[in-house]
């Protein structure tokens, strides 16, 4: 089976994106599975389920990381696209966590940005571009082709990705997507997340809610400080 995890900020277009390349899948015959990794809310999994008849379910991660959370149930939520007989499993998250990344290996990395998103967005967004596959902007119908090259240099500047251009809602820049997914490889197993997740020595994911460096232990800095450990 081949596994599609796709991130990217808020409002970027990454349903869109991600509806238009299912409709050219289902046409070439494939099976697909869909699976939303969100914090509180999510509707995408009964928009996949009604407009292309596949398996689709979201899962809310709450109080834990959408990144951590993933971690954590894509294992069983491989198996459950297995299941359903799935040649491809689409996996949307939402991505928040800036000094993780959703990807696993042997996966197609997605991360989907909105070309007005403002030109400095590529190294904002950490790892969630520099350990994508793919870089796709969305809305380039918005942004004049002056606006469109800097962002894409941006990019480039940021992380070595393929860099494609989309408008979405009319499906453009869609089909050289596809042919990516389908040139891809299966996933192998063990299943392993890409690249190394931060450092996780952290009173303050624990909980502990006191403001100042001085209330907690682990990883620490000061306004004036680098990263320093302090143990308890």
Not at 201 to 206: E, K, L, Q, R
């Given at each position: 089976m081949k596994v599609i995890v796709c991130a990217g900020p808020p409002t970027s277009g990454k349903t869109?994106?991600?509806?238009?390349?299912?409709?050219?899948?289902?046409?070439?015959?494939?099976?697909l599975a869909y699976l939303k990794i969100d914090v509180q809310f999510a509707d995408e999994d009964?928009?996949?389920?009604?407009?292309?008849?596949?398996?689709?379910?979201?899962?809310?991660?709450?109080?834990?990381?959408?990144?951590?959370?993933?971690?954590?149930?894509?294992?069983?939520?491989?198996?459950w696209a297995q299941e359903h007989k799935a040649d491809i499993f689409i996996v949307e998250t939402a991505g928040l966590c800036l000094r993780c990344a959703p990807y696993m290996e042997g996966s197609l990395?997605?991360?989907?940005?909105?070309?007005?998103?403002?030109?400095?967005?590529?190294?904002?967004?950490?790892?969630?571009?520099?350990?994508?596959?793919?870089a796709i902007v969305t809305k380039i119908d918005l942004v004049s082709q002056a606006e469109k090259e800097v962002f894409?240099?941006?990019?480039?500047?940021?992380?070595?990705?393929?860099?494609?251009?989309?408008?979405?809602?009319?499906?453009?820049?869609?089909?050289r997507l596809v042919a990516r997914i389908e040139k891809m490889d299966e996933i192998v197993e063990p299943l392993m997340l890409r690249g190394s997740p931060p450092v996780a020595?952290?009173?303050?994911?624990?909980?502990?809610?006191e403001i100042g460096w001085e209330k907690h232990f682990g990883i620490l800095r000061t306004l004036d400080s680098d990263l320093f450990y302090r143990g308890q």
């Open positions: 869109t994106v991600l509806r238009q390349a299912t409709k050219r899948l289902v046409a070439h015959g494939y099976n009964e928009l996949f389920r009604t407009e292309f008849g596949i398996p689709a379910r979201s899962i809310f991660s709450g109080d834990l990381c959408p990144d951590h959370c993933s971690v954590l149930v894509l294992g069983d939520a491989v198996k990395g997605l991360v989907v940005v909105e070309a007005t998103s403002g030109m400095n967005l590529p190294r904002k967004i950490g790892a969630m571009l520099s350990l994508a596959d793919v894409r240099a941006n990019i480039s500047e940021a992380a070595e990705v393929d860099v494609l251009e989309a408008d979405a809602l009319r499906g453009i820049g869609i089909d020595t952290c009173t303050i994911c624990a909980g502990k809610r």
